[in-house]
Structure formats: structure tokens, C-alpha cells
Nanobody, 119 residues
Framework: QVQLVESGGGLVQAGGSLRLSCAASGTIVLKGAMGWYRQAPGKQRELVAS???????TYADSVKDRFTISRDNAKNTAALQMNSLKPEDTAVYYC?????????????WGHGTQVTVSS
């Protein structure tokens, strides 16, 4: 069984920065993409950023040039550096990972970490 644990959320003023971390534990046979999603109250969960095993990244237009995703394949961790935060970035942020754990590929989710940006 694989578990994802996020950390690093909190309250920050607009223009500030936060760094989210995600650590995966368990028996992982093959690694796939990892990503960060967010869900604001009354809205659908949306992709914020993703990164492949090879390091290719994808970002939502709303966070480009402000957020940076990274991962450490050896440690099974991922991070999201968030700069120039805006009140509209307020949401619960979820780590997601696609891992092959016998007998198939699975989508794993963390429990989420709250990010609140005050104006």
C-alpha cells in the first residue's frame, strides 16, 4: 500500500511564498508522473502542475511563472514552490502520484494541505 503525505501549507499574505512537499511511502515497482492539484470551495479539483519521471513539467496557465514543481525520484518525493501568491490561490492542495504497485498502475492521493492567501 502506498501513502502520500503532504506538508507545508499554511497562511500567507498576498505576494508571499510557500513550499509544499509530498512524500510517498510503500512498495513502488514503477514510477509515473507526480502532480499537484487544488480544490477551492465550491469549485472542481484542478491540476496545478505535474512532472514526469524524466522531469518534463506542465503548469496551469494561472500559475505559470509563479509556481515550480520538482521531484526526487530516488526519494519518491515531490515539491511545489509557490511564489507571488494571490488570494485566488487559496485552496486545499493535493499531491497525486501514478505508481505501479503490483498488479497494476494506480492513482494515489494525499489527504491535502490547506493554503490560504490573505489580501
Amino acid at each position: 500500500q502506498v501513502q502520500l503525505v503532504e506538508s507545508g501549507g499554511g497562511l500567507v499574505q498576498a505576494g508571499g511564498s510557500l513550499r509544499l512537499s509530498c512524500a510517498a511511502s510503500g512498495t513502488i515497482v514503477l514510477k509515473g508522473a507526480m502532480g499537484w492539484y487544488r480544490q477551492a470551495p465550491g469549485k472542481q479539483r484542478e491540476l496545478v502542475a505535474s512532472i514526469t519521471v524524466g522531469g518534463n513539467t506542465t503548469y496551469a496557465d494561472s500559475v505559470k511563472d509563479r509556481f515550480t514543481i520538482s521531484r526526487d525520484n530516488a526519494k519518491n518525493t515531490a515539491a511545489l514552490q509557490m511564489n507571488s501568491l494571490k488570494p485566488e490561490d487559496t485552496a486545499v492542495y493535493y499531491c497525486n502520484a501514478k505508481f505501479f504497485t503490483i498488479p497494476r498502475w494506480n492513482d494515489y492521493w494525499g489527504h491535502g494541505t490547506q493554503v490560504t492567501v490573505s489580501s
